[in-house]
């Protein structure tokens, strides 16, 4: 299985990035696609997650209202669109492709929000 995310992306406060995931080697329908976030010097922090099957979203607390996770399954691409951005949303955006028994992580992107 493998996932490729999109290139990294710097942004002013207040606008939006959308990141991308294609996944290749496995069933799109038969995965969630999670994305995680790691802001430097932090932990990892789960922002949610869609089913691409029947485009069912969960999203942490945190992010309800400002982030939209979207799956295109002609494509096998999940997406994550972040807006209003201000600076504590730089960090590595990661998607993690999640089947019954075994994860699979992208190389991640790194979003940097500087004016």
């Not at 329908?29 to 949610?48: D, F």
């Not at 209003?84 to 019954?100: G, H, P, Q």
Request: glycine share 10%; with cysteine.
């Amino acid at each position: 299985v493998q996932l490729v995310q999109s290139r990294a992306e710097l942004r002013n406060p207040g606008a939006s990035v959308k990141v991308s995931c294609k996944i290749s080697g496995y069933k799109f329908t038969n995965l969630y696609i999670n994305w995680v976030r790691q802001g430097p010097g932090q932990g990892l922090e789960w922002m949610g997650r869609i089913d691409p099957e029947d485009g069912g979203t969960k999203y942490a607390q945190k992010f309800q209202g400002r982030v939209t996770f979207t799956a295109d399954t002609t494509t096998s691409t999940g997406y994550v669109e972040l807006t209003s951005l201000r600076s504590e949303d730089t960090a590595v955006y990661y998607c993690l492709a999640r089947n019954d028994v075994k994860d699979f992580w992208g190389q991640g992107t790194q979003v940097t929000v500087s004016s």
